[in-house]
């Protein structure tokens, strides 16, 4: 099993970037792709990003692909998401999730693919 906290919102005009931190803890990290998804406001969760166990592959929602960057560092148990050029519509709760799969699966971006979920991080975009 593994715990995940997130940390690293807070408040950005347009334009501006973040940088998201899930930090993990129990053994072997390395053993769980992981996601970012986020939720905002009577919306339903919705994928970011991926990216597998030892971080040669990663996966962009088209909305923030070009924009945001998906990283891990399995020496630190901690996987960020650097987020540029922050629009109002990116403005949700961020949630950091694991996967414990060890195969990878083509359905990566949807809710129940993933095992462990952090409380989230409030990410705000001001116009």
């Known amino acids: 099993q593994v715990q995940l906290v997130e940390s690293g919102g807070g408040l950005v005009q347009a334009g501006g970037s973040l940088r998201l931190s899930c930090a993990a803890s129990?053994?072997?990290?390395?053993?769980?792709?992981m996601g970012w998804f986020r939720q905002a406001p009577g919306k339903e969760h919705e994928f970011v990003a991926r990216?597998?166990?030892?971080?040669?592959?990663?996966y962009y929602a088209d909305s923030v692909k070009g924009r945001f960057t998906i990283s891990r560092d399995n020496a630190k148990n901690t996987v960020f998401l650097h987020m540029d050029s922050l629009k109002p519509e990116d403005t949700a709760v961020y949630y950091c999730?694991?996967?414990?799969?060890?195969?990878?699966?083509?359905?990566?971006?949807?809710?129940?693919?993933?095992?462990?979920w952090g409380q989230g991080t409030q990410v705000t975009v001001s116009s």
């Open positions: 129990g053994r072997a990290f390395n053993n769980y792709a």
């Open positions: 990216i597998s166990r030892l971080g040669g592959t990663t």
């Open positions: 999730a694991a996967d414990r799969s060890i195969a990878h699966s083509a359905t990566y971006y949807k809710e129940n693919e993933y095992d462990f």
